[in-house]
């Protein structure tokens, strides 16, 4: 899948194959951009939220009530300023975090602490370094360097390559997964493995441009990861993917991987953002989908993935995420960025009456 940067809003959610009640609640705080999303206790309301404070370029972090996060204000946030991350030798004048990780599942971390990676970049966007900050959710002390970590892929290039991006888009446990490129714009994943500081490319699609966006640690020590591949060919269609990942299978450590389109048909974009746990069982997934080439509207999504008894994935139940809300129009852009149970977040771009064209977060509950 081509990496873009899309827009979003959950307003009215869609069952596909039946109408259903559903939640929503757009952001009343203007220009807090949603990425990520992790519990931070035993409940689901108690939540790290990961996002930007756009306003500004800042990677931002929120702590508290799912709940109660559309009607917070912006001083619930903790907005990172320009000059952070704090890595030496680096003049950085924008940021942004993805998906983070809790002491809930990483008890490493220690309570009141987080794990988030993302993005840096030094002046010029084009140019995206990735970095991970490990640290208390109101930021380190005399913002230490201690705290931050430079995530560059420049081991997993070759010959005369020279990297153009570097973008972690998720972590969980002990790994960091994400995408790189070189200047040829054909998207290659990674495996970070933290405590090793080891980087190992991924394609167990075998596709020839790939995403590794969600990661989700299971109870025996493997991890599920979620993404999007493309060949490229001449009718341009993406597919979304999961796999099992095994760290201690050295020979083989993929295994399970499921393709899948969106509404189960043939379609120009489905991709996976975001994936977490299930309570029903199986997994729980977020992301974007375009039908064809004449519907010019990129929607989001809700699915799950259920665990087959054998151990492998099984075929997606999908849940469309369209727009219908008092005073909004022209939404033409729509991302599921990060899921949890069945929250999904993201954030939408539309044409407010009397306001014009916006760009809002939103948190929308699926049935």
Same mark, same amino acid.
């Given at each position: 899948?081509?990496?873009?940067?899309? +827009?979003?809003?959950?307003?009215?959610?869609?069952?596909v194959?039946?109408?259903?009640?559903? &939640?929503?609640?757009?952001?009343?705080a203007?220009?807090?951009?949603?990425t990520?999303?992790?519990s931070?206790?035993?409940?689901?309301?108690?939540?790290?939220? &990961?996002?930007?404070?756009?306003?500004?370029?800042?990677a931002?972090l929120?702590?508290?009530?799912?709940?109660?996060?559309?009607?917070?204000?912006?001083t619930?946030?903790?907005?990172?300023?320009p000059?952070?991350?704090n890595?030496?030798?680096?003049?950085i004048?924008?940021?942004?975090?993805?998906?983070?990780?809790?002491?809930?599942?990483?008890?490493?971390?220690?309570a009141?602490?987080?794990r988030?990676?993302?993005?840096y970049?030094?002046?010029?966007?084009?140019n995206?370094?990735?970095?991970?900050?490990?640290?208390?959710?109101?930021?380190?002390?005399?913002?230490?360097?201690?705290?931050?970590?430079?995530?560059?892929?420049?081991?997993?290039?070759?010959?005369?390559?020279q990297l153009?991006?570097? +973008?972690?888009?998720s972590?969980?446990?002990?790994?960091?997964?994400?995408?790189?490129? &070189?200047q040829s714009?054909?998207?290659h994943?990674?495996i970070?493995?933290?405590s090793?500081?080891?980087?190992?490319?991924?394609?167990?699609?075998h596709?020839?441009?790939?995403?590794?966006?969600?990661?989700?640690?299971n109870?025996d020590?493997?991890?599920?990861?979620?993404?999007?591949?493309?060949?490229?060919?001449?009718?341009?269609?993406?597919e979304g993917?999961?796999?099992?990942?095994?760290?201690?299978?050295?020979?083989?450590?993929?295994?399970?991987?499921?393709?899948?389109?969106?509404?189960?048909?043939k379609?120009?974009?489905?991709h996976f953002d975001g994936?977490?746990?299930?309570?029903?069982?199986?997994?729980?997934?977020?992301?974007?989908?375009q039908?064809?080439?004449?519907?010019?509207?990129?929607?989001g999504?809700?699915a799950?993935?259920?665990?087959?008894p /054998?151990?492998?994935l099984?075929?997606?139940?999908?849940?469309a995420?369209?727009f219908t809300?008092?005073?909004?129009?022209?939404?033409?852009?729509?991302?599921?960025n990060?899921?949890? /149970?069945?929250? +999904?977040?993201?954030?939408?771009?539309?044409?407010f009456?009397?306001?014009?064209?916006?760009?809002r977060?939103?948190?929308?509950?699926?049935?």
């Amino acid at each position: 899948m081509k990496i873009a940067q899309l +827009v979003t809003l959950g307003i009215s959610l869609l069952w596909v194959g039946g109408a259903q009640a559903q &939640t929503y609640a757009p952001f009343q705080a203007p220009g807090m951009f949603v990425t990520g999303i992790r519990s931070n206790s035993t409940t689901t309301d108690d939540v790290v939220i &990961t996002g930007t404070c756009s306003q500004q370029g800042e990677a931002a972090l929120y702590v508290g009530s799912l709940q109660a996060v559309a009607n917070s204000p912006v001083t619930s946030w903790t907005c990172f300023q320009p000059n952070i991350p704090n890595i030496p030798s680096q003049m950085i004048t924008g940021s942004t975090f993805y998906g983070p990780n809790t002491p809930t599942f990483d008890s490493s971390l220690g309570a009141g602490n987080v794990r988030a990676v993302g993005t840096y970049n030094t002046g010029n966007p084009k140019n995206l370094h990735g970095m991970m900050y490990t640290g208390p959710v109101t930021g380190c002390l005399n913002n230490s360097t201690s705290c931050w970590t430079q995530l560059d892929a420049t081991p997993l290039l070759h010959g005369d390559q020279q990297l153009e991006n570097t +973008v972690p888009h998720s972590t969980m446990g002990n790994l960091v997964v994400g995408n790189w490129n &070189t200047q040829s714009k054909i998207g290659h994943a990674f495996i970070y493995d933290i405590s090793a500081g080891t980087w190992l490319d991924i394609n167990p699609t075998h596709s020839l441009s790939i995403t590794a966006y969600g990661i989700w640690q299971n109870s025996d020590g493997t991890y599920t990861i979620a993404g999007g591949f493309s060949d490229l060919n001449s009718l341009g269609i993406d597919e979304g993917y999961v796999v099992d990942y095994d760290p201690n299978n050295k020979i083989q450590p993929f295994s399970n991987l499921m393709k899948y389109q969106f509404n189960n048909q043939k379609a120009l974009v489905s991709h996976f953002d975001g994936i977490s746990v299930n309570p029903n069982g199986g997994y729980s997934l977020t992301g974007e989908y375009q039908l064809n080439v004449k519907v010019k509207t990129i929607g989001g999504f809700f699915a799950t993935v259920p665990r087959m008894p /054998d151990g492998s994935l099984g075929q997606a139940t999908w849940t469309a995420i369209n727009f219908t809300y008092p005073g909004i129009k022209e939404v033409k852009l729509t991302t599921g960025n990060t899921v949890i /149970d069945n929250y +999904v977040l993201g954030v939408f771009n539309g044409v407010f009456v009397g306001s014009g064209r916006t760009t809002r977060s939103y948190v929308a509950s699926v049935p």
